[in-house]
């Protein structure tokens, strides 16, 4: 397989996840997401971020982070996210201790 064609496959396989956190599964919280993966939309934002900053694009954080949620951050918060536990808490709390 050729460079170009990886780099598509890979990129369409970035977008199906996408599409599955943000549209299929958007009742899935970060933190959950966190406690069982150890990565989040956040995080997939920020890499995006860094990706761009490799190339010497300059993104900001709300700038990739709308990119990756289709809005702003905040309203996507509104909409779908939901305070953490304490057991959601405790279990992040568990599985970041370094």
Same mark, same amino acid.
């Given at each position: 397989?050729?460079?170009?064609?990886? %780099?598509?496959?890979e990129?369409?396989? &970035? !977008?199906r996840? !996408?599409?599955h956190? =943000?549209?299929?599964?958007?009742?899935?919280?970060?933190?959950d997401l =966190?406690?069982?993966a150890? &990565?989040? !939309?956040?995080?997939?934002?920020r890499?995006?971020?860094?990706a761009?900053?490799?190339?010497?694009?300059?993104?900001?954080?709300?700038?990739?982070r709308?990119t &990756?949620?289709?809005?702003p951050?905040?309203?996507?918060?509104?909409a779908?996210? %939901?305070?953490a %536990?304490?057991?959601q808490?405790?279990?992040?709390?568990?599985?970041?201790?370094?």
């Amino acid at each position: 397989m050729d460079n170009e064609t990886r %780099t598509e496959l890979e990129a369409a396989a &970035f !977008r199906r996840l !996408r599409k599955h956190l =943000m549209e299929d599964r958007n009742d899935v919280q970060n933190i959950d997401l =966190m406690n069982l993966a150890g &990565f989040c !939309r956040n995080c997939l934002s920020r890499w995006y971020q860094e990706a761009a900053a490799e190339r010497g694009i300059d993104i900001s954080k709300e700038d990739a982070r709308e990119t &990756f949620y289709g809005m702003p951050y905040d309203q996507w918060k509104a909409a779908h996210q %939901t305070e953490a %536990t304490p057991e959601q808490k405790a279990a992040f709390e568990k599985s970041h201790q370094h």
